[in-house]
């Protein structure tokens, strides 16, 4: 287990908020990390994470064994949570601060899944899993060539796909499949 600073910020719609209220008093945490390329269209966010955060749509099941679920997105909330929108996610979103990175993801790529465990007010990532390991959430995983193929009814519904511009400070996706590190 590794040691997390529980006040790394966070944004969520009511504006900053720090890693340890995400676990709304539950002793775990799983996080998704969304992918994301910033100032890009719909079409171009990452088809994986479109994918599986389409299969997280029920979180009782896991608020009664202790344990919270949130999908955190490396872009501007602003930004991203228009996606969120507009695949329709009910998970909480929120957007991890290009300041709040290193502190969740030190040594790592933005990954993909992780697990924390809070212990009092402090809190600790007992698990990560990164690059195609997280598939095993979602074992009917397919891939279609252009737009994430979970989007193509949001589209057929008339929903608007734009995200908005890019605003400053923020980077492309770093993930592992499309780029390098962060920088």
Not at 108 to 120: M, P
Not at 152 to 175: F, H, M, Q, V, Y
Request: hydrophobic fraction near 30%.
């Amino acid at each position: 287990m590794v040691e997390v600073d529980p006040r790394t910020p966070l944004t969520g719609a009511d504006g900053p908020v720090p890693l340890i209220d995400i676990f709304g008093g539950r002793s775990q945490l799983i996080a998704y990390f969304h992918m994301w390329h910033t100032g890009r269209p719909a079409a171009e966010q990452c088809e994986g994470c479109t994918f599986n955060t389409s299969h997280v749509t029920e979180l009782g099941y896991l608020r009664t064994r202790d344990v919270s679920y949130a999908v955190f997105s490396e872009g501007p909330y602003e930004e991203s949570s228009r996606y969120r929108d507009f695949m329709g996610y009910p998970v909480p979103w929120y957007s991890v601060p290009p300041g709040s990175v290193d502190r969740l993801i030190a040594d790592r790529y933005f990954g993909i899944v992780a697990f924390y465990l809070r212990d009092g007010d402090r809190v600790f990532e007992t698990y990560w899993t990164s690059g195609r390991g997280n598939e095993a959430m979602a074992p009917s995983y397919g891939l279609d060539d252009g737009r994430p193929a979970a989007q193509l009814s949001r589209i057929e519904a008339g929903r608007d796909d734009d995200l908005g511009a890019k605003p400053d400070g923020w980077t492309a996706c770093s993930c592992s499949l499309h780029a390098g590190p962060p920088s």
